[in-house]
């Protein structure tokens, strides 16, 4: 298998294709303003690749924030199709991934499903994993911007765009890493939220606008970049799901998942990120003798605060480490049967 990846901060999509000759398989990521154009030009210029896409900032080396980037796999076979209608019933679509996992003859040794969707990212992560699970077949992807997504030339809005990609030369692997602890001193019990809105009214019978404030000693105005910090969190066994604040609605808080009334909460703290990058890198190696490419999706907020910590240049180049590595900044990531917040998501290939 061999990754490759090309990028153009100007949105010239000939230029960030130009070392791409021969792919089995194509990743776009482009801008919201060129992002149909940039659809129906992939294939013209490589008709009859699977390929899927959205709307998002892009990586390897440096980040591309505007323009196009492509990232291309050979040496590996790939199947792609959509669930259409995500927000409303994308179990109507299902069987476009029972004969796509047929039609791949997937193996959870060798085979990950990667996927990119305008929402409703639960509901369409329930659909998928119920057929993955049966075939164990490991999920990397993630939310793009602009509710917009693509495979193989056309654009689609509401849906999730899905490909099965098995690796020809080796093994697959996925990861999501946490730089997040609960801190066990401040537990919330929700109360007064709504699902369809994502919205929590009330934390510990406070206004949940007034708790957080109170909580960190910051103003309004400040919440939604804190958040960078200080997510809430909800655990999950051993696991911690992260639920970032996604702006303040009235007294309450509007979130980027859903919370129920009654479940308990935390105030999550930032931990040693460094040192836990460092960690994810030591595993990937401790688990692969040699690596021939890996994909990621950071969440746009980890972009947010890696920058604003000056950390970004070095998170990449210490995941560069470990080889070819390019990736989506994401607006919440897919990992299984998990969507998460404030994560990075990734698979590895042999």
């Given at each position: 298998?061999q990754?490759?990846?090309?990028?153009?901060?100007?949105?010239?999509?000939?230029?960030?294709?130009?070392?791409i000759?021969n792919?089995?398989?194509?990743i776009l990521?482009?801008?919201?303003?060129?992002?149909?154009?940039?659809?129906?030009?992939?294939?013209?210029?490589y008709?009859?690749?699977?390929s899927i896409g959205?709307?998002?900032?892009?990586?390897?080396?440096?980040?591309t924030?505007k323009g196009?980037?492509?990232?291309?796999?050979e040496?590996?076979?790939a199947v792609?199709?959509v669930?259409e209608q995500?927000?409303?019933?994308?179990?109507k679509y299902?069987?476009?991934?029972?004969k796509?996992l047929?039609?791949i003859n997937?193996?959870s040794?060798?085979t990950?499903?990667?996927?990119?969707?305008?929402?409703?990212?639960?509901?369409?992560?329930?659909?998928?994993?119920?057929?993955?699970?049966?075939k164990?077949?490991?999920l990397?992807?993630?939310?793009?911007?602009?509710?917009?997504v693509?495979v193989?030339?056309?654009?689609y809005?509401?849906?999730d765009?899905?490909a099965?990609?098995?690796n020809?030369?080796g093994?697959?692997?996925?990861?999501?890493?946490n730089?997040?602890y609960?801190?066990p001193?401040?537990r919330?019990i929700?109360s007064?939220t709504d699902?369809?809105k994502y919205?929590?009214?009330?934390?510990?019978?406070?206004?949940?606008?007034?708790?957080?404030?109170?909580?960190?000693?910051i103003?309004?105005?400040?919440?939604v970049?804190?958040?960078?910090?200080?997510?809430?969190?909800?655990?999950?066994?051993?696991?911690?799901?992260?639920?970032?604040?996604?702006?303040?609605?009235?007294n309450?808080l509007?979130c980027?998942?859903?919370?129920?009334d009654?479940?308990?909460?935390?105030?999550l703290e930032?931990?040693?990120?460094?040192?836990?990058v460092?960690?994810?890198?030591?595993?990937?190696?401790?688990?692969?003798?040699?690596?021939?490419?890996?994909?990621?999706?950071?969440c746009i907020?980890?972009?947010?605060?890696?920058s604003?910590?000056?950390?970004?240049?070095?998170?990449l180049k210490t995941?560069?480490?470990?080889?070819?590595h390019?990736g989506?900044?994401g607006?919440?990531?897919?990992?299984?049967s998990?969507?998460?917040?404030q994560t990075m998501?990734?698979?590895?290939?042999?």
């Amino acid at each position: 298998m061999q990754e490759s990846y090309g990028t153009s901060p100007s949105g010239n999509l000939k230029e960030a294709v130009r070392g791409i000759s021969n792919p089995a398989f194509l990743i776009l990521m482009s801008n919201a303003e060129q992002f149909e154009t940039h659809v129906a030009e992939l294939e013209e210029l490589y008709p009859g690749v699977p390929s899927i896409g959205c709307i998002g900032m892009s990586y390897q080396t440096s980040v591309t924030e505007k323009g196009v980037s492509v990232t291309a796999f050979e040496g590996v076979e790939a199947v792609t199709d959509v669930l259409e209608q995500a927000s409303i019933m994308p179990v109507k679509y299902i069987s476009r991934v029972e004969k796509a996992l047929q039609k791949i003859n997937a193996s959870s040794e060798n085979t990950v499903c990667i996927d990119f969707c305008t929402g409703n990212d639960a509901a369409v992560l329930t659909t998928m994993y119920s057929i993955l699970e049966k075939k164990k077949i490991s999920l990397t992807g993630g939310t793009g911007d602009g509710g917009k997504v693509s495979v193989n030339g056309t654009v689609y809005t509401d849906a999730d765009v899905f490909a099965f990609v098995k690796n020809n030369g080796g093994k697959v692997r996925v990861y999501k890493e946490n730089i997040y602890y609960p801190n066990p001193q401040y537990r919330f019990i929700a109360s007064k939220t709504d699902r369809s809105k994502y919205t929590v009214g009330e934390l510990n019978g406070k206004p949940a606008r007034q708790a957080y404030q109170d909580t960190l000693g910051i103003r309004e105005q400040d919440i939604v970049n804190q958040t960078f910090k200080n997510p809430l969190g909800k655990k999950n066994g051993k696991d911690i799901c992260i639920i970032s604040i996604k702006e303040v609605a009235g007294n309450g808080l509007c979130c980027y998942r859903q919370v129920n009334d009654s479940d308990v909460l935390y105030l999550l703290e930032t931990n040693d990120y460094p040192s836990i990058v460092e960690e994810t890198v030591r595993q990937i190696k401790g688990d692969f003798g040699r690596i021939s490419g890996i994909f990621s999706i950071n969440c746009i907020f980890r972009y947010l605060f890696f920058s604003q910590e000056r950390y970004m240049d070095q998170y990449l180049k210490t995941m560069g480490t470990l080889g070819m590595h390019a990736g989506l900044v994401g607006f919440g990531e897919h990992y299984n049967s998990q969507f998460v917040n404030q994560t990075m998501s990734c698979v590895v290939f042999e």
